[in-house]
């Protein structure tokens, strides 16, 4: 039942982005081909963006508030989020009040990316944005735009040096906040499904060994960060 819960909360998402005449084409050819754009932001470019107001504030989210997140994104499955914290995975949440209006994670660890099959590894330097949600009612709003520009900053002070993310090709909310936050395409990740068989198409700077993929161009001289630093903008 969830798994059925799940496909049709992702054509819901996919008719959210695309409507509902696309995404009857793109929900197929999807099921087949997934292509992801790999982007990435260089943090030591100046990052000249407007942060959020007062009324948006944000915690670090932990294991004890798994209820609250599995509720507003019905993806995350107690075992998704299992398997996020214990991977060291970063959850920020930001709330309008006592509503969660948006969640990011990040890593700059090796993370398993279900939606591929694959695990992307950082480089030195590296933080991988790996999702950003915001709850559909309040899309639109210029929510991401502005925690992305307070992401970026931290990031940057924390001594990271570049940003990576992956976007569906059609997810337009999604890249058109990544292109205005300075972000670039580095290069390209398909996953065709072959009937029981996945193969991997790459291009750009995206490389893919067995399971792993990364993103070349590592940024010598960068840090590995402690958990203690670890804090929201
Ligand atoms: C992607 C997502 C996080 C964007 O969050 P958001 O808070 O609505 O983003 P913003 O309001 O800051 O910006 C969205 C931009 O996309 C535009 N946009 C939204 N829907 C659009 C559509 N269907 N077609 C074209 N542009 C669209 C908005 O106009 C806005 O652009 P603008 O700033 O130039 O006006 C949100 O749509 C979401 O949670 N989607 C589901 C999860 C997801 O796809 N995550 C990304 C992959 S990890």
Redesign the pocket.
């Known amino acids: 039942m969830r798994l059925v819960g799940n496909h049709l909360h992702r054509l819901r998402?996919l008719s959210?982005?695309?409507?509902p005449a696309r995404a009857l084409w793109i929900a197929p050819a999807w099921s087949v081909s997934r292509r992801y754009l790999v982007i990435a932001r260089d943090l030591r470019e100046a990052i000249d963006l407007p942060g959020p107001g007062p009324e948006l504030r944000c915690t670090e989210a932990n294991r004890d508030e798994a209820k609250k997140l599995t509720q507003l994104?019905p993806?995350l499955t107690r075992m998704e989020l299992d398997r996020r914290f214990t991977e060291g995975q970063i959850c920020h949440i930001w709330w309008v009040d006592e509503r969660i209006?948006?969640l990011r994670w990040f890593t700059d660890r090796r993370a398993f990316l279900p939606f591929l099959g694959l695990t992307f590894r950082p480089q030195d330097g590296d933080y991988l944005?790996?999702?950003?949600?915001?709850?559909?009612d309040?899309?639109?709003?210029?929510?991401?735009?502005?925690?992305?520009g307070a992401s970026l900053r931290r990031a940057r002070d924390l001594g990271y040096r570049r940003m990576v993310?992956?976007?569906?090709w059609w997810?337009?909310?999604?890249?058109?906040?990544g292109w205005?936050t300075g972000f670039r395409s580095v290069g390209t990740i398909t996953a065709w499904q072959l009937g029981p068989n996945r193969l991997f198409t790459n291009s750009g700077e995206v490389s893919v060994r067995g399971t792993e993929m990364s993103v070349k161009g590592a940024v010598k001289g960068a840090r590995h960060i402690s958990s203690v630093e670890r804090i929201c903008p």
């Open positions: 998402e959210r982005v695309v409507g994104d993806r209006v948006h944005l790996y999702e950003v949600f915001t709850r559909a309040r899309r639109v709003r210029g929510i991401h735009s502005l925690v992305a993310a992956l976007c569906a997810n337009t909310p999604a890249l058109k906040v205005k």
